[in-house]
């Protein structure tokens, strides 16, 4: 199938919405992907668009016509001057340094930048974010930081075939979600899924997932340089 045909078809099977009833966003995924095909899966319906390397966020700005942009990636403190103002939403808020340079930046240019708190829901050693037992107070001390404003909390589950315990873990998230979303209308997004396991965590809750080779398939990364 063709990028157009798996926007369209991947939208029409969200617009059931998540077992709340809930709208559901799709963030488009687009690590190493062409502006052609990003602009090509924007024609087909897309509103939103991810990406995970700030270097691709910049080279493609200008190239990728419409669409709200995320960053959805690991981000540097060193790196955060290059999205100011530029972004629709920092998902991966992960840290309080990070929260910190988020703050200064945006306080700078007189702009709010919306960003959701990373979870290592599963306590992976592999991956950032706040742990699932700090999380709740992070989200307390990071809302008051001026120049960025709590959308919400983003997660990415573990590869696991464990089915009850990926169900677990997205419970887990979304009742994270609705505390703070009880306490602060500034809630919106619970970020959870994938290309792999989105259907899971919708079925559990989530209202924005990031898919991207179930959109533009396989991703073909470049060849090391021959020394």
């Known amino acids: 199938m063709s990028i157009s045909e798996n926007v ?5 099977e969200l617009a059931a919405g998540n077992c709340f009833g809930e709208p559901v966003a799709l963030v488009a995924a687009t690590k190493t992907r062409t502006a052609e095909e990003i602009n090509e899966a924007i024609a087909a319906g897309v509103t939103d668009i991810g990406e995970n390397k700030v270097q691709e966020f910049r080279d493609k700005y200008d190239l990728v016509h419409g669409g709200n942009r ?16 530029k972004t629709y939403l920092i998902h991966s808020l992960d840290r309080d340094e990070l929260a910190e340079e988020l703050s200064k930046r945006s306080v700078r240019a007189n702009v709010t930048t919306d960003v959701l708190i990373e979870v290592n829901v599963g306590c992976e050693l592999s991956k950032s974010g706040y742990s699932p037992e700090t999380a709740f107070a992070a989200y307390e001390r990071l809302r008051a930081v001026p120049g960025i404003r709590v959308r919400g909390f983003m997660a990415m589950l573990p590869e696991s075939d464990d089915t009850a315990l990926l169900a677990s873990l997205a419970d887990e998230m979304r009742a994270l979600y609705d ?17 792999g396991d989105w259907r899971l965590c919708v079925a559990h809750g ?11 398939g396989a991703r073909h ?3 090391p340089a021959q020394p």
Request: hydrophobic fraction near 40%; avoid cysteine; charge should be positive.
């Open 221 to 223: 990364y470049p060849a």
């Open 179 to 195: 505390r703070a979303k009880a306490q602060d209308t500034n809630i919106r997004w619970l970020s959870m899924g994938m290309s």
């Open 206 to 216: 989530s209202n924005m997932v990031r898919i991207g080779t179930a959109l533009f």
């Open 8 to 12: 369209t078809a991947y939208l029409k």
């Open 70 to 85: 995320h960053f959805i990636g690991h981000l540097q403190t060193n790196k955060v001057k290059y999205l100011i103002g």
